[in-house]
């Protein structure tokens, strides 16, 4: 993802809300990408980790979007998102839920409203990253995963 592009949702989101916020996401990443075995794979997987890093569990909602790109962020609101690209490089549950760990660390920290990895990395500072990956590693080690 374009950095510019991201800097456009990042404006929308807070000129308009959550509600537009995922539309936007959505228009950006190439829509939904439907898949009810997937989606209950990373429902359960950002579940899981909710209330190992301290949320009450059950209220994410997670969104899986239609594109190659690898990434995923999370977003106020408890949204999170995944890209399909990401799904299928993956080499594990481990390093899927390292992924999405470290993002959902991003929003447990109060990092930012609207958070992404990777391609747009820089939005955070150092010690922003050593906090959302220091919250993520024990909220993985929790779950029994060898972060
Ligand atoms: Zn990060």
């Known amino acids: 993802m374009r950095a510019a592009t991201l800097a456009l949702i990042g404006l929308a989101l807070v000129l308009a809300g959550p509600a537009a916020h995922a539309d936007a996401v959505l228009q950006a990443f190439g829509g939904a990408y439907r898949d009810g ?3 209950s794979y990373v429902d359960g997987i950002a ?3 909710a209330p190992a890093l301290g949320l009450p569990d059950g209220a994410w909602r997670v969104q899986i979007l239609n594109t190659p790109e690898i990434n995923a962020f999370a977003a106020a609101g ?3 998102y995944v890209t399909r690209g990401l799904l299928a490089n993956a080499r594990d549950e481990a390093e899927l839920a390292g992924v999405v760990g470290h993002e959902m660390a991003h929003v447990v920290a109060g990092h930012s409203y609207f958070s992404t990895e990777h391609a747009a990395e820089g939005g955070f500072s ?4 050593f906090e959302a990956d220091a ?3 024990q909220a993985l080690a929790r779950l029994g995963y060898d972060p």
């Open 37 to 39: 075995r997937l989606q």
């Open 47 to 49: 579940q899981a980790l």
């Open 78 to 80: 408890a949204r999170l």
């Open 126 to 129: 150092p010690a922003q990253e």
């Open 135 to 137: 919250l993520s590693v």
